[in-house]
């Protein structure tokens, strides 16, 4: 028998291959082993990847260029659980790289990230899927998603996992998202508050930091402050500031606290906690410019309290944030401006005045940083409010110079600060001479055309302060500021339309600027105004008095009444009635008309008054002295200046009316010795009447043929415009015209109706002798003036033979 031995093993199977090991070295390779059915080979690939990419971001660029970004997004939902992590790690190593970032964006990584946040997973996945999503959050995109797929709840769950690097990635995409106000209110709703509280508590500042920053946006929300206070969050924050070793958090916790005392509730806690005090100490000793200008906005935050403003008095405030004003660095100039700002009681004002404060805010206005410019400027209007020694102390001390200068500034919120500084400071007659004299009038011309609308409406209000006397407004009319601010009225805004209102209702005391905004349609746009509802405002009807009080030819045209105040001089004319709505067209427009067959347009011109025109005319006439020479030379030059222009269309001239110069004057000589005034009309009556034709019977007035003396006139002038001097022929219409006019030359009353049918009149008030008792008062009655039938003849008012002189029908069934 043969010896016994070992039993021999089972033969290997014929389809195992035995293990191999290989070394890889490009990283293709190790992309194409993601594909492998082996779950070791994907796990030390996943790790293999891992390793690489931890090296440097250009390894990250690669792997992207080589597809690895499809096989880890699968991996990620791969059943082995060691397969997972490695790929979890990978993909959220990858993700910190920005054009990984975007490449993410192709594939629908998000779902299955926030799946893999369930508690049932263990903490590497956690880690590495919040790091995905934390990066993932930084664009708007990705975050609408994570927020559509509900991964804010998971998030804030893992705010309390015990792995510090969990909590930080789930703190970092929280705060991403809550920059879009859906999940700030979402995080509330979710209970995010308490844990990230709790936060504030941890060992590690990055996450302190994160959690403050986070509170900073969350505290913008008014429900989310009052949970926050309940949270005992306020409370929290103080103990911060308090602690001298979180000096390193305190920039973000004053910043927090900055959102919380918008709420009168939070300001009593800090009143109650001696938070007060501690803010105060942080603005005077903070270690840094950082905390100091979070601490100066705390304070301007708190100013806004009234009930607040005699504790800050009391520990100095104001001149606290003077000293602030001095300071290098901006952003602490820019906070204190904004406490100033703030500071609305006038003991705050004066002793700001007091701390010698203006000069070193007008400082501010030079910097290069156009918030602090801003601030500054909304401080000097705030602290110039209704006080007027401020406002002069600012004057005085050169701010005029500055605050005109900055009108040119390209911001429009400090434009608007700075006309509204200047309208405070205008309302003193000296100040308003000086802003004017500095050129304020042009820079706020330029400032009308602005599509901002506070600046509209500071720049309106402005202009009406300032063009209070003719030279202002006569230097708007030169600077082209007439048409901008007329083509404010067509604003829908109600403030804007009511300044510009009250702007035009002053520019129009002066029948210049009157007549020019007329023509720019200022009428027209006031009386669709007045009949709005909407539109209309207390400024508006004021403004169409004005002009119509100063252009009397629109006036009448357009009410067909004038008043004894509104006295006609040179430079009237009547162009017939015209319906409300339609503008009445300049003189120069009717003079390039030709002539028509339309009723005649009666002008008054004595030609009294020189034009600036003829006096630079006349300036030009050679002296004695000049030598023959010279003269020859001057009227050769004009012969060629004439050349040049050729056929060019000669400024249009009114005819100067000799004839009614001369009435004006026998009015005055024989009229005026007349003693009675009842006297005086029937006079002057006559004067007209005799001027204009006579007495014409009533029964022949058919046969009275002024409309052909009139045509003839017209075609004699080649004009439409006739002076009514002219007129030798004339009927109600025009005898009513040219004894208003007279009437006014001579200093006497008397109103102006225009009625049907060339009908005019005019009425006058007589007085009765004085009565006999002392205390009763002298009797009047009105009277219309006969200068057709029987000229001098005074008709009572209501009477039927005034009824029938007026020809108003109504009247006349009245006494029929």
């Given at each position: 028998?043969?010896?016994?031995?070992?039993?021999?093993?089972?033969?290997?199977?014929?389809?195992?291959?035995?293990?191999?090991?290989?070394?890889?070295?490009?990283?293709?390779?190790?992309?194409?082993?993601?594909?492998?059915?082996?779950?070791?080979?994907?796990?030390?690939?996943?790790?293999?990847?891992?390793?690489?990419?931890?090296?440097?971001?250009?390894?990250?660029?690669?792997?992207?260029?080589?597809?690895?970004?499809?096989?880890?997004?699968?991996?990620?939902?791969?059943?082995?659980?060691?397969?997972?992590?490695?790929?979890?790690?990978?993909?959220?190593?990858?993700?910190?790289?920005?054009?990984?970032?975007?490449?993410?964006?192709?594939?629908?990584?998000?779902?299955?990230?926030?799946?893999?946040?369930?508690?049932?997973?263990?903490?590497?996945?956690?880690?590495?899927?919040?790091?995905?999503?934390?990066?993932l959050s930084a664009d708007f995109i990705c975050?609408?998603?994570?927020?559509?797929?509900?991964?804010?709840?998971?998030?804030?769950?893992?705010?309390?996992?015990?792995?510090?690097?969990?909590?930080?990635?789930?703190?970092?995409?929280?705060?991403?998202?809550?920059?879009?106000?859906?999940?700030?209110?979402?995080?509330?709703?979710?209970?995010?508050?308490?844990?990230?509280?709790?936060?504030?508590?941890?060992?590690?500042?990055?996450?302190?930091?994160?959690?403050?920053?986070?509170?900073?946006?969350?505290?913008?929300?008014?429900?989310?402050?009052?949970?926050?206070?309940?949270?005992?969050?306020?409370?929290?924050?103080?103990?911060?500031?308090?602690?001298?070793?979180?000096?390193?958090?305190?920039?973000?916790?004053?910043?927090?606290?900055?959102?919380?005392?918008?709420?009168?509730?939070?300001?009593?806690?800090?009143?109650?906690?001696?938070?007060?005090?501690?803010?105060?100490?942080?603005?005077?000793?903070?270690?840094?410019?950082?905390?100091?200008?979070?601490?100066?906005?705390?304070?301007?935050?708190?100013?806004?309290?009234?009930?607040?403003?005699?504790?800050?008095?009391?520990?100095?405030?104001?001149?606290?944030?003077?000293?602030?004003?001095?300071?290098?660095?901006?952003?602490?100039?820019?906070?204190?401006?904004?406490?100033?700002?703030?500071?609305?009681?006038?003991?705050?004002?004066?002793?700001?005045?007091?701390?010698?404060?203006?000069?070193?805010?007008?400082?501010?206005?030079?910097?290069?940083?156009?918030?602090?410019?801003?601030?500054?400027?909304?401080?000097?209007?705030?602290?110039?409010?209704?006080?007027?020694?401020?406002?002069?102390?600012?004057?005085?001390?050169?701010?005029?110079?500055?605050?005109?200068?900055?009108?040119?500034?390209?911001?429009?919120?400090?434009?608007?600060?700075?006309?509204?500084?200047?309208?405070?400071?205008?309302?003193?007659?000296?100040?308003?001479?000086?802003?004017?004299?500095?050129?304020?009038?042009?820079?706020?011309?330029?400032?009308?055309?602005?599509?901002?609308?506070?600046?509209?409406?500071?720049?309106?209000?402005?202009?009406?302060?300032?063009?209070?006397?003719?030279?202002?407004?006569?230097?708007?009319?030169?600077?082209?500021?007439?048409?901008?601010?007329?083509?404010?009225?067509?604003?829908?805004h109600n403030e804007v339309l009511k300044n510009?209102?009250?702007?035009?209702?002053?520019?129009?005391?002066?029948?210049?600027?009157?007549?020019?905004?007329?023509?720019?349609?200022?009428?027209?746009?006031?009386?669709?105004?007045?009949?709005?509802?909407?539109?209309?405002?207390?400024?508006?009807?004021?403004?169409?008095?004005?002009?119509?009080?100063?252009?009397?030819?629109?006036?009448?045209?357009?009410?067909?009444?004038?008043?004894?105040?509104?006295?006609?001089?040179?430079?009237?004319?009547?162009?017939?009635?015209?319906?409300?709505?339609?503008?009445?067209?300049?003189?120069?427009?009717?003079?390039?008309?030709p002539v028509n067959t339309h009723q005649a347009?009666?002008?008054?011109?004595?030609?009294?008054?020189?034009?600036?025109?003829?006096?630079?005319?006349?300036?030009?006439?050679?002296?004695?002295?000049?030598?023959?020479?010279?003269?020859?030379?001057?009227?050769?030059?004009?012969?060629?200046?004439?050349?040049?222009?050729?056929?060019?269309?000669?400024?249009?001239?009114?005819?100067?009316?000799?004839?009614?110069?001369?009435?004006?004057?026998?009015?005055?000589?024989?009229?005026?010795?007349?003693?009675?005034?009842?006297?005086?009309?029937?006079?002057?009556?006559?004067?007209?009447?005799?001027?204009?034709?006579?007495?014409?019977?009533?029964?022949?007035?058919?046969?009275?043929?002024?409309?052909?003396?009139?045509?003839?006139?017209?075609?004699?002038?080649?004009?439409?415009?006739?002076?009514?001097?002219?007129?030798?022929?004339?009927?109600?219409?025009?005898?009513?015209?040219?004894?208003?006019?007279?009437?006014?030359?001579?200093?006497?009353?008397?109103?102006?109706?225009?009625?049907?049918?060339?009908?005019?009149?005019?009425?006058?008030?007589?007085?009765?002798?004085?009565?006999?008792?002392?205390?009763?008062?002298?009797?009047?009655?009105?009277?219309?003036?006969?200068?057709?039938?029987?000229?001098?003849?005074?008709?009572?008012?209501?009477?039927?033979?005034?009824?029938?002189?007026?020809?108003?029908?109504?009247?006349?069934?009245?006494?029929?």
């Amino acid at each position: 028998m043969g010896r016994k031995g070992k039993k021999e093993n089972e033969a290997p199977s014929k389809e195992a291959f035995d293990p191999l090991a290989v070394e890889v070295k490009m990283p293709i390779t190790v992309v194409l082993l993601l594909s492998s059915p082996e779950e070791d080979i994907l796990s030390k690939s996943c790790d293999a990847i891992y390793k690489y990419v931890e090296k440097a971001d250009e390894n990250k660029i690669t792997l992207l260029g080589l597809g690895v970004l499809e096989p880890l997004c699968q991996l990620i939902c791969h059943s082995n659980t060691q397969v997972r992590h490695s790929a979890f790690m990978a993909l959220g190593t990858m993700s910190t790289n920005g054009d990984v970032k975007e490449g993410l964006k192709k594939f629908n990584v998000i779902p299955p990230i926030i799946h893999k946040l369930i508690p049932e997973e263990d903490t590497v996945v956690h880690e590495f899927a919040t790091l995905c999503l934390s990066s993932l959050s930084a664009d708007f995109i990705c975050m609408q998603k994570i927020f559509e797929y509900d991964g804010l709840l998971p998030l804030i769950e893992l705010l309390s996992s015990p792995d510090p690097d969990v909590k930080k990635n789930s703190l970092q995409t929280i705060y991403n998202m809550v920059q879009d106000y859906p999940s700030r209110l979402a995080v509330h709703e979710l209970g995010g508050i308490r844990p990230i509280l709790e936060l504030l508590d941890s060992d590690f500042v990055a996450i302190q930091h994160l959690a403050l920053k986070t509170l900073q946006i969350l505290t913008t929300d008014k429900d989310t402050r009052e949970t926050f206070r309940e949270e005992e969050g306020f409370e929290k924050l103080m103990d911060i500031l308090s602690n001298p070793e979180f000096a390193d958090l305190h920039v973000e916790a004053l910043r927090t606290v900055v959102h919380c005392l918008c709420d009168s509730e939070s300001l009593r806690l800090l009143h109650k906690d001696g938070g007060l005090t501690k803010l105060m100490e942080f603005v005077v000793k903070a270690p840094s410019p950082e905390i100091q200008s979070s601490a100066a906005k705390c304070i301007a935050m708190i100013v806004k309290c009234v009930e607040s403003h005699l504790q800050l008095h009391e520990q100095n405030v104001e001149k606290i944030m003077v000293e602030l004003l001095s300071v290098v660095n901006d952003s602490v100039k820019t906070a204190a401006c904004q406490a100033l700002a703030a500071m609305s009681s006038q003991l705050a004002k004066d002793t700001f005045r007091e701390q010698k404060g203006f000069p070193v805010l007008l400082e501010c206005l030079r910097s290069e940083s156009y918030e602090l410019r801003e601030e500054a400027t909304q401080a000097i209007f705030n602290l110039t409010a209704d006080n007027w020694l401020n406002a002069d102390t600012l004057y005085k001390v050169g701010g005029i110079d500055i605050l005109v200068l900055k009108l040119r500034d390209p911001c429009p919120r400090l434009v608007a600060n700075v006309t509204a500084t200047l309208s405070n400071m205008a309302r003193q007659e000296e100040i308003r001479c000086n802003i004017v004299a500095h050129g304020a009038i042009p820079l706020l011309v330029n400032s009308l055309s602005s599509p901002n609308t506070q600046v509209q409406i500071n720049t309106t209000q402005c202009l009406a302060v300032l063009v209070s006397d003719v030279d202002s407004r006569a230097e708007l009319q030169r600077t082209g500021g007439l048409y901008p601010l007329v083509m404010l009225l067509q604003s829908h805004h109600n403030e804007v339309l009511k300044n510009t209102c009250w702007a035009v209702n002053v520019c129009a005391t002066d029948k210049p600027v009157a007549v020019e905004m007329c023509k720019y349609g200022a009428l027209e746009m006031l009386q669709e105004i007045n009949t709005s509802e909407i539109r209309q405002n207390r400024f508006s009807q004021l403004a169409m008095d004005n002009l119509l009080k100063s252009n009397l030819s629109v006036k009448y045209s357009l009410e067909s009444y004038l008043t004894p105040l509104d006295i006609i001089t040179d430079g009237f004319y009547d162009v017939g009635k015209t319906n409300m709505g339609q503008r009445v067209l300049t003189l120069e427009e009717l003079a390039k008309q030709p002539v028509n067959t339309h009723q005649a347009i009666i002008v008054i011109n004595t030609g009294e008054h020189v034009s600036e025109e003829k006096q630079n005319a006349e300036s030009e006439i050679p002296s004695k002295e000049e030598t023959k020479t010279s003269r020859r030379k001057r009227e050769e030059e004009k012969r060629k200046d004439d050349a040049q222009k050729g056929s060019a269309e000669k400024p249009w001239k009114l005819v100067q009316d000799v004839a009614v110069r001369n009435l004006v004057n026998e009015a005055r000589r024989s009229i005026l010795p007349l003693k009675d005034e009842r006297e005086q009309y029937a006079a002057l009556a006559r004067l007209v009447s005799d001027s204009m034709g006579g007495p014409v019977e009533k029964e022949k007035l058919h046969e009275f043929s002024w409309h052909h003396h009139l045509s003839e006139v017209k075609y004699g002038l080649q004009s439409n415009i006739v002076p009514i001097g002219m007129v030798k022929k004339g009927i109600y219409c025009h005898r009513a015209l040219l004894f208003k006019y007279l009437a006014d030359s001579i200093g006497l009353s008397c109103t102006l109706v225009r009625g049907e049918y060339h009908r005019a009149w005019n009425e006058v008030l007589l007085s009765e002798k004085a009565p006999q008792n002392k205390d009763q008062q002298p009797q009047c009655r009105h009277c219309i003036v006969d200068l057709m039938h029987q000229p001098g003849s005074l008709l009572n008012v209501n009477t039927p033979a005034a009824v029938k002189y007026q020809n108003r029908p109504q009247m006349q069934f009245l006494y029929r």
